[in-house]
Nanobody
Framework: QEQLVESGGGFVQFWGSLRLSCGAS????????MGWYRQAPGKERELVAR???????NYADSVKGRFTISRDNAKNTVYLQMNSLKPEDTGVYYC???????????WGKGTLVTVST
C-alpha cells in the first residue's frame, strides 16, 4: 500500500510564497504521474499541476506562471512551488499518484494553504 504524505502548507499573505512537498513511501518511478489537487471551501476538488513519468508537466490555467511542479527521484518526493499567491489559492492541497499499468490512484491526507487578503 503506497502512502503519500504532504507537508509545507500554512498561512501566507497575499502575493507570498510556499513550497509543498509530497513524500511517497515507495519509488515514484512506479507512477504514471503525480499531481497536486486542491479543494476550496464549498468547491469541488480540482487539478492544480501534474508531472508525468517522462517529466512533462501540466498546470491549471489559474496557476500557470505562478506555480511550478517538480520532483526529486532520489527522495521519492514531488514539490509544488507556489509564488504570487492569491486568496483564491486558499484550500486543502492533496497529493495524488497513479500507478503505471493498473491506474490505481493514491491520495495523501492533504495540507491546508490559507492566503490572506
Amino acid at each position: 500500500q503506497e502512502q503519500l504524505v504532504e507537508s509545507g502548507g500554512g498561512f501566507v499573505q497575499f502575493w507570498g510564497s510556499l513550497r509543498l512537498s509530497c513524500g511517497a513511501s515507495g519509488s515514484i518511478f512506479g507512477f504514471s504521474y503525480m499531481g497536486w489537487y486542491r479543494q476550496a471551501p464549498g468547491k469541488e476538488r480540482e487539478l492544480v499541476a501534474r508531472i508525468m513519468y517522462g517529466g512533462t508537466t501540466n498546470y491549471a490555467d489559474s496557476v500557470k506562471g505562478r506555480f511550478t511542479i517538480s520532483r526529486d527521484n532520489a527522495k521519492n518526493t514531488v514539490y509544488l512551488q507556489m509564488n504570487s499567491l492569491k486568496p483564491e489559492d486558499t484550500g486543502v492541497y492533496y497529493c495524488n499518484a497513479v500507478v503505471r499499468g493498473n491506474a490505481m490512484a493514491y491520495w495523501g491526507k492533504g495540507t491546508l494553504v490559507t492566503v490572506s487578503t
